[in-house]
């Protein structure tokens, strides 16, 4: 185990002890958001002992934390692994305000804006964004296509069409391709960051675990076979989201 690890693995035990402690004195009070942030801490603990357990390849575990000035408050804001010089991280928010080199935006077959996440994208973008998109000639189911980021922080959009869901072989085949096409497009125009948002399970109802699987599967592939790529972010829109995600990626085979 690396010592960067180790170290961690013992800041966070401490945290634990401190968080419990805390959780003892207020004990009288029934304070319900300690003890929810008591819970929340040892969720994440047990999440970074089976990632860590899973690390069998050398991809080392990545565990930020935010804590206020009293090291009371304790919050996940990213877990992720490395794959080689890469990084998969994953975080809960907004993928508008993402300042990686693009983000991905899980498009309809005729890159209209439509609602969900990509009705956010162009809602922040402006109207440039539909402009560029409607001279594409739209874009097929797992395919992607770039355009500039507009007035968004990202300088790219990439947009991909996911599969809708439908329980058949083919899903899991055309959701994998979306990303890896997404990061083969990132590549050929030399992007070293890129943030992917949970593609095809909003509207396009594709169950959440399953996708998790699918999409972090493709990336950590697709990473282990090229070289370029330096983060790929997931932006999770809820905490639910993201706790599918991350036990997802403790799985990842
Ligand atoms: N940041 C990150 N994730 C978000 C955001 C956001 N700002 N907003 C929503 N999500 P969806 P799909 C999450 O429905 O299933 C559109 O109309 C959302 O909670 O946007 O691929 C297109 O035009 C969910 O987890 O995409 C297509 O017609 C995830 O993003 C269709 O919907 C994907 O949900 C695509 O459906």
Redesign the pocket.
């Not at 932006?235 to 809820?238: D, Y």
């Given at each position: 185990m690396p010592e960067s690890v180790n170290h961690l693995s013992q800041i966070i035990e401490e945290m634990r002890a401190r968080m419990h402690d805390t959780a003892l004195d207020k004990q009288t009070l029934v304070d319900p958001e300690l003890l929810e942030k008591s819970r929340k801490l040892d969720r994440l603990i047990n999440l970074y002992h089976r990632i860590n357990r899973s690390g069998s390849r050398g991809e080392e575990i990545i565990l930020e934390l935010t804590l206020d000035q009293n090291m009371e408050v304790i919050e996940m804001s990213a877990v992720g692994k490395k794959i080689g010089a890469a990084k998969i991280e994953l975080v809960v928010?907004?993928?508008?305000l993402q300042d990686t080199d693009a983000i991905v935006n899980?498009?309809?077959n005729r890159l209209?804006?439509?609602?969900?996440?990509?009705?956010?994208i162009h809602r922040a973008a402006g109207p440039g964004l539909w402009e560029e998109c409607r001279k594409l000639g739209g874009c097929a189911t797992g395919e992607a296509k770039i355009t500039g980021g507009h007035n968004l922080k990202a300088r790219h959009v990439i947009h991909t069409v996911?599969p809708v869901y439908s329980g058949s072989p083919g899903d899991p085949v055309q959701l994998g391709n979306c990303y890896r096409n997404s990061l083969q497009l990132a590549l050929q125009n030399g992007l070293k960051t890129i943030a992917f948002?949970?593609?095809?399970?909003?509207?396009?109802?594709?169950p959440?675990d399953k996708a998790a699987a699918v999409a972090l599967q493709a990336v950590r592939d697709f990473l282990a076979q090229h070289s370029g790529i330096e983060l790929v972010r997931f932006?999770?829109?809820?905490e639910s989201?993201f706790e599918v995600y991350s036990s997802a990626l403790s799985k990842l085979a």
């Open positions: 928010g907004d993928i508008t899980a498009a309809n209209a804006p439509g609602g969900g996440v990509s009705g956010a996911g948002p949970s593609i095809s399970t909003g509207i396009f109802g594709y959440v932006v999770l829109f809820s989201d």
